[in-house]
């Protein structure tokens, strides 16, 4: 009976860290929805096509300093561990100070980065001229989107997934109430949202730091007691931090590279495979819930330096990822060819995207593996082993693609995501043991 009630309480630790952080991801579709549907309006389809283009850029210019997220987590779980309140509160600051900080180069350089990113995207005529208004409005959010990621970051490290759903819930519903306003009742049009995802992403920093403010306890005015400017501290912060940067952009030149040679393969296989893509995309939230539970569960007994929490923690949260991979690939096959027809009526492309179903299906099953490492490794602070990883992983996806595409066109190209998935997770599960290693080592 003990040991039921201890494994429905583990279970519950889980879900209470998970569920919300679903909850959150399932909303920032239902903004890109309202994004598309109040210019949508507009009887020139010009105006979808320049906030793609924009928000494209954007997104991808932002999701580059994504590390500001993966770095907090880990380090504010293992100071929750470890009980010390000043440090839960320095680690809020540090990463905060080291997010302002990489805001202003992109607010100065604004010009010469949307000189490169439109030279490389090349829209022509009102697409460009109004793609590069979306991006001039937009960049002034830079501050407060990367000090968002903190603040995330460190809410998912303590535990507190249920203030990231309400700030998630705060900037969408914002941004979509204000899309609504400015773009279909004082018609701005793209300005119109543009202006209301900057708005709306420095509301939700106000509302995230009064958060944090009040989990810390006041904490964040102590100067003398949190110890910001420790510099053995801000060395590991920024080596965390650089850490994840090269892993994170070594992944974003596998995926780019995944869509430069399916242009290659002709329109229709880059069609389908966008879709396929998108269709993984929607079915795969709660990966990431699970992933990001395993960050702040694992971040915590580090800090405590629980060896029986850490082994808990990683078999709890990767069994729930693998029950949600499994019922994902099941649903892609059950549902997919209804969704194919749903996204495109293309009738070459819908052939095609069923040829290449079962490749979509595979994704969560290979996908799960380094999704959940990821976390285990950021919740661990092991941001070497995340980097170097990554790096040998991208050099084996891009020689299965030199030698597999060229023999097998569009499957080759699938079949070297897989290896791509298959080599992070052999790598990363190589490495593994050394947590537990290294948390016995700071026992004795």
């Known amino acids: 009976m003990l040991l039921s009630q201890t494994f429905v309480l583990r279970q519950r630790r889980v879900l209470a860290i998970a569920l919300p952080v ?4 399932i909303t920032e579709p239902l903004l890109s929805a309202a994004d598309t549907y109040v210019v949508g309006q507009h009887p020139s389809p010009v105006q979808i096509g320049a906030v793609a283009i924009g928000s494209q850029i954007i997104g991808f210019l932002f999701w580059g300093f994504g590390f500001l997220r993966m770095g907090t987590t880990g380090v504010a779980a293992q100071a929750a561990g470890a009980g010390d309140p000043h440090q839960l509160a320095a680690a809020f600051l540090r990463p905060l100070a080291v997010a302002l900080a990489l805001a202003l180069p992109l607010i100065l350089l604004q010009a010469p980065i949307e000189w490169i990113a439109f030279e490389f995207y090349a829209p022509t005529g009102e697409t460009d001229t ?4 979306y991006y001039d409005i ?3 959010s830079a501050p407060a989107a990367l000090a968002n990621y903190v603040c995330l970051g460190w809410l998912l490290g303590i535990g507190r ?3 990231v759903l309400v700030l998630q819930i705060v900037v969408n519903g914002i941004n979509i109430g204000l899309d609504l306003l400015l773009v279909l009742v004082f018609d701005w049009g793209v300005a119109g949202v543009a202006w209301s995802t900057v708005i709306a992403s420095y509301v939700a920093l106000a509302v995230g730091i009064l958060v944090v403010r009040r989990e810390t306890g006041g904490r964040l005015s102590d100067w003398r007691k949190l110890q910001l400017f420790d510099t053995a501290r801000l060395r590991r912060l920024l080596k965390i931090n650089a850490d994840i940067f090269i892993r994170t952009l070594a992944l974003m030149v596998c995926f780019n590279y995944f869509v430069i040679r399916g242009t290659e393969l002709g329109d229709v296989a880059l069609a389908a495979n966008a879709v396929l893509y998108t269709i993984f995309g929607l079915l795969a939230y709660g990966l990431d819930g699970f992933a990001w539970a395993a960050e702040a569960l694992v971040g915590r007994s580090v800090g405590a330096r629980d060896r029986l929490l850490y082994r808990e923690s990683v078999i709890d949260t990767t069994v729930w990822a693998l029950i949600l991979a499994l019922l994902a690939s099941l649903a892609i096959i ?5 969704m194919i027809d749903a996204m495109t009526v293309d009738a070459d492309v819908r052939a095609a995207a069923r040829e290449y179903l079962v490749w979509a299906a595979l994704i969560p099953i290979f996908g799960v593996w380094p999704f959940m490492l990821d976390g285990i490794f950021i919740g661990a602070t092991r941001t070497s082993e995340m980097r170097n990883g990554m790096l040998i ?4 996806y891009l020689a299965a693609v030199w030698i597999l595409v060229p023999v097998w066109s569009n499957h080759g190209l699938w079949a070297s995501i897989m290896i791509l998935f298959a080599t992070r997770a052999a790598t990363l599960g190589y490495w593994l043991p050394r947590i ?9």
């Open 436 to 444: 537990e290693r290294a948390m016995i080592a700071r026992q004795e």
């Open 138 to 140: 937009r960049i002034w």
């Open 130 to 133: 109004l793609s590069r208004l």
């Open 334 to 338: 059950l549902v997919g060819p209804s």
């Open 22 to 25: 679903i909850l959150a991801n």
């Open 161 to 163: 997934t249920k203030w």
């Open 393 to 396: 992983s991208m050099v084996a």
